[in-house]
């Protein structure tokens, strides 16, 4: 059996965030419904790497049933309320403040379901003027430093996946499975949000302390570490690189005496 076998986790998502979230719920045994768009997540458009099929939606909702629904309509928000009187977990990553709109405020959604969980995802957080701002990964890489530490010193560079994103929703199933825990102990669900500008940030504490109490930011330094040597790609006389990475002295010392 796996551990959450028997837990209905209902996510309005597109993009990835939300998606990766509710992917690794489904690993986890969960079934996860799906609500789209009538014109579907647009994340399915992305490419057709997957012998046709996008290769970001392929790897982010194989195991999910997916509903086309129109929650703002009557009959469309009948059936949302129906499947959100019996469900464990609510995802959602649409713009902050439209589930609420469409009638699906945190207050209602716990006076039909008091056991439910809520988890939203969003760019800049749920308020205040930042939070209207359109969310994307490369954005959101670049307001938060991540570019400035990442690249060459003639280039910067993009972190090569939508690590923002990805970021995002693994805290966010962190932070689900932290909630039902705490249902399991209190019997009752809450509410809880993620944004991947402040995931990002928090995963630059490192250059941020070397900016204030060390000597400056990190630059781009390719494939080199800026605190640890030697740490990074050397050239052989063939023209092969080898990586290195040493983090000791005793690793430093065995390097030095069984391999070179």
């Given amino acids: 059996m796996q551990p959450l076998e028997g837990l209905l986790v209902v996510s309005i998502e597109q993009a990835v965030a939300a998606p990766f979230c509710s992917a690794r719920l489904v690993q986890a045994g969960a079934r996860v419904i799906k609500i789209e768009r009538e014109e579907g997540d647009f994340a399915r458009g992305y490419d057709k790497a997957a012998e046709g099929e996008s290769s970001y939606f ?33 995802i959602q990553n649409l713009s902050p403040g439209a589930l609420s709109r469409s009638g699906f405020s945190t207050s209602k959604l716990h006076q039909l379901n008091p056991k439910l969980i809520i988890c939203n995802i969003s760019g800049y957080g749920m308020e205040g003027d930042v939070s209207k701002k359109p969310a994307y990964d490369l954005l959101v890489q670049a307001e938060s430093g991540i570019i400035s530490v990442s690249g060459a010193p003639e280039a910067l560079g993009r972190i090569g996946v939508s690590v923002c994103d990805i970021g995002a929703g693994m805290t966010a199933y962190s932070g689900i499975l932290e909630a039902i825990l705490k249902r399991a102990i209190n019997g009752q669900g809450s509410e809880l949000s993620v944004s991947l500008f402040d995931v990002a940030a928090d995963w630059m504490a490192v250059p941020y302390i070397h900016a204030e109490y060390g000597f400056g930011s990190p630059q781009p330094v390719g494939l080199k570490h800026p605190s640890i040597a030697p740490y990074g790609a050397f050239q052989c006389s063939d023209g092969r690189l080898v990586l290195i990475s040493i983090q000791n002295e005793r690793e430093w010392e065995r390097l030095c005496k069984k391999a070179l």
């Fill in 58 to 90: 392929t790897w982010l909702n194989q195991g999910k049933e997916s509903l086309s629904l129109d929650f703002k309509s009557d009959e469309g928000s009948d059936l949302l309320w129906r499947i959100l009187k019996k469900a464990d977990v609510l």
